[in-house]
């Protein structure tokens, strides 16, 4: 007998629509423009080495230095070469850490900053990677990268509501390092080492303190605590820096979450690749590639920090598979306009990053300097909805105090309603009504 499909083809469906055929106006190709580089509407950003065709973010995988640091270094380091400058083992081995190294790039410290360096009692070290520090002003104490960096005497400072630990990490810790707050996903602290110490950090109660180690006996600890909940599903590696221990120690800790059969994905928390970009290498990246599902939080805070050497990383990490979202802590004269922010997040776009959240600043001890109200975080995402990408807009939260978690604020664009329509504005500030699907009551 024989066989009658199911559904039986179209004689139409087998041929080429008519609009194909049309000789004289066929569809257009990539060819063209690839070999008509003048053609692409896209401003070109460079040249791909191989074939001299403009592709459109083409980014040098060896080095990428931008004239800024290169002066620098000539300036500074003039016998270190550009390939030592882009070793990230150099580049550690040379953080400015003391009052009096920081005074060589920044020969005059502002009343407030010399107060803090001279001050024993500084809770956060000072740590700043000669590449970061290339990128500082040595003139301006209130430029932006600066402030996020260099300790000021307001850090010293503890006002109403602050905390070492505002959001009650320690409470939350069964075993020492391991954070279980949300029911499926755990934090896992690798280690409390940083390349670069940012002065607004909610953990600076631990980093650069030298108490938490990568030892193999706390992570076995952590481990087996994670096999132990199969509800865990997701893991957040992050610190300190866990793209600061080598190659081989983070392979250990990735391989072994990747083992255990409910862990589905593993990201990484990291600033290398604003602090500290050179250490974003292929192997590193051909590593990580082993351990998909893998997403990675970046941590941008300023379109300053966007440079060449940050493109290339995250050209590296985008190009291996790895989502990439940015976590930007919203910082008073740092990024708390809606100019900067827009910037910031158009430089994340291009560069491949997700503008993912924006953070309010936590209210850690002697903060109040860095934190802003609550309403410029919503000022800034009024002026971003709309105005720009949906992707680009980040989704502002405010981490509640005593481990609460976070809480997503928006602005209200909801301004009534009349009858069954709801009465909302739009991103220009115009009245709508939407006829709203009528809810029974129960
Ligand atoms: S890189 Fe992250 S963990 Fe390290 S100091 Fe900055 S905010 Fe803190």
């Not at 250990?252 to 604003?274: D, F, N, Q, Y």
């Not at 941590?299 to 940050?310: G, V």
Request: proline content about 9%; aromatic content about 8%; charged content about 25%.
């Amino acid at each position: 007998m024989e066989h009658t499909p199911a559904i039986a083809e179209r004689s139409s469906d087998r041929q080429a629509p008519s609009f194909l055929e049309e000789a004289d106006d066929e569809p257009p190709d990539s060819s063209e423009v690839l070999r008509h580089p003048q053609a692409s509407s896209t401003p070109p950003m460079g040249k791909s080495a191989k074939n001299g065709l403009i592709v459109r973010f083409p980014v040098s995988r060896t080095t990428a230095t931008n004239p800024v640091s290169r002066m620098f270094r000539k300036r500074f380091f003039p016998k270190v070469s550009g390939k030592l400058w882009n070793d990230w083992h150099w580049q550690v081995a040379h953080r400015i850490r003391t009052a009096a190294e920081l005074t060589r790039y920044i020969p005059l410290l502002s009343k407030d900053e010399e107060q803090a360096l001279y001050q024993a009692d500084i809770r956060l070290p000072l740590a700043v990677t000669p590449y970061y520090m290339s990128l500082v002003s040595p003139a301006d104490p209130d430029q932006a990268l600066r402030r996020t960096v260099v300790p000021v005497y307001r850090e010293l400072i503890r006002t109403p509501g602050e905390a070492d630990d505002p959001l009650s990490e320690e409470a939350q810790s069964p075993v020492p390092g391991l954070v279980h707050r949300y029911p499926d996903r755990v934090l896992l602290l690798a280690l409390d080492f940083c390349s670069t110490y940012c002065r607004y950090c909610t953990r600076s109660r631990v980093v650069g303190h030298g108490a938490l180690h990568p030892t193999r006996t706390r992570l076995e600890r952590a481990l087996t605590y994670i096999e132990s909940k199969p509800e865990i599903r997701d893991v957040l590696l992050s610190g300190g820096d866990p793209f600061l221990l080598g190659d081989d120690r983070l392979e250990w800790i990735l391989c072994r979450l990747h083992r255990i059969p409910h862990v589905e994905i593993i990201r990484i928390g990291t600033k290398v690749p604003a602090v500290l970009p050179q250490r974003i290498t292929p192997k590193l990246v051909k590593m990580l590639k082993r351990y998909h599902p893998l997403w990675m939080s970046l941590h941008f805070t300023h379109p300053d920090e966007c440079t060449p050497e940050s493109q290339r990383a995250c050209s590296l990490l985008a190009d291996a598979g790895i989502p990439l979202g940015s976590q930007t802590v919203l910082l008073k004269g740092v990024n708390d306009t809606v100019d900067i922010m827009k910037n910031l997040v158009h430089c994340l776009m291009k560069m491949r990053v997700r503008p993912y959240y924006l953070y309010q600043c936590d209210p850690i001890s002697g903060s109040s300097h860095f934190r802003t109200p609550v309403e410029t975080g919503m000022e800034i995402i009024r002026g971003l909805r709309g105005f720009t990408s949906g992707y680009a807009v980040p989704t502002y939260v405010v981490d509640a105090p005593a481990g609460g978690g976070k809480i997503p604020l928006m602005p209200d664009y909801i301004i009534g309603r009349e009858g069954r329509n709801l009465v909302m504005k739009n991103y220009e500030g115009n009245r709508y009504q939407y006829p709203n699907a009528f809810c029974d009551p129960i």
